[in-house]
């Protein structure tokens, strides 16, 4: 059963423990609050400054599961806090695996001093869960699919505008890194996983990735210099860098360009779009 004053009050006491610092944001002369801001916190959570509000104030609906990891990620709670989160909404807990989808606090302040870069917290299995301004102004909201098509490497193959972001030319070997990326997590989690269950999709569904899972390559996946596009800024030349937390399994994705070079002006410039579409989002 959902204990909506114990849940608005574990809400509001964690949102005063948190500073602006702690989330990449800038402390203003005029502050007062202590902690952050409702609406600072809502942005954080990808949710509405009102509907946060009135989970604050005991007189919310019971959130879901999805809303609930999306406020444990914007809070930046401990797996402890999250479960308890859970708990005071009427929800079970989820399972802890070695695999959480749970972002922890560290690699969240890690992504939060990247707010003007591209950057991306992703699982195993290519699911984006959580994203910078400026990821999401290059890549669009990648956290909003379900099911399958969470996995980049799914949408690859069957929804063709997540190939926007590359120029054509590029397609056929992006097409062979996430086949090799689907096939190292097969190899990993077995036939009988998610992973497994992927693969038989998109065996049924996608000829060209049929082809290449037939062909059976095996080597490194993506290369670390990629060439990607925006309709507003043109196509960059990119440094991937990889950031790994083995005990969640997830991997920080930064892409960063040489300064001095076109393509940095560029990622300049689409960090000011990201950080436009966030004000206009709030």
Do not use: N
């Not at 948190?18 to 942005?43: F, I, N, W, Y």
């Amino acid at each position: 059963m959902m204990d909506r004053a114990q849940l608005a009050d574990f809400l509001r006491r964690r949102r005063e423990a948190l500073q602006p610092e702690d989330v990449g944001l800038r402390r203003g002369p005029r502050r007062r609050t202590s902690g952050l801001r409702r609406e600072e916190v809502a942005a954080l959570c990808d949710m509405s400054s009102d509907y946060y509000s009135r989970l604050e104030q005991a007189r919310g609906p019971q959130p879901s599961e999805q809303m609930l990891a999306a406020i444990a990620r914007g809070l930046r709670l401990t797996l402890d806090e999250r479960d308890h989160l859970f708990r005071l909404a009427g929800h079970t807990a989820p399972t802890r695996t070695l695999r959480s989808e749970h972002v922890s606090p560290g690699l969240m302040r890690v992504l939060d001093r990247l707010a003007d870069t591209p950057a991306q917290v992703m699982t195993e299995f290519g699911e984006t869960l959580a994203q910078t301004p400026a990821a999401r102004a290059l890549f669009g909201d990648e956290t909003r699919f379900d099911g399958y098509m969470r996995s980049v490497g799914y949408r690859w193959f069957l929804d063709p505008s997540a190939r926007d972001v590359y120029p054509v030319e590029d397609h056929p070997m992006h097409s062979r890194a996430f086949t090799a990326d689907i096939r190292t997590a097969y190899a990993k989690f077995g036939a009988s996983s998610r992973a497994g269950a992927m693969v038989d999709a998109l065996l049924a569904e996608s000829p060209e990735f049929a082809q290449l899972w037939e062909a059976h390559e095996v080597r490194s996946t993506h290369p670390r210099e990629k060439r990607l596009q925006h309709p507003e800024v043109g196509v960059m030349d990119l440094h991937c860098q990889f950031l790994v937390d083995p005990e969640q399994g997830q991997t920080l994705l930064v892409l960063t360009a040489t300064p001095g070079t076109e393509s940095y002006d560029r990622l300049q410039l689409l960090s000011v779009i990201g950080t436009q579409q966030l004000a206009a989002g709030r």
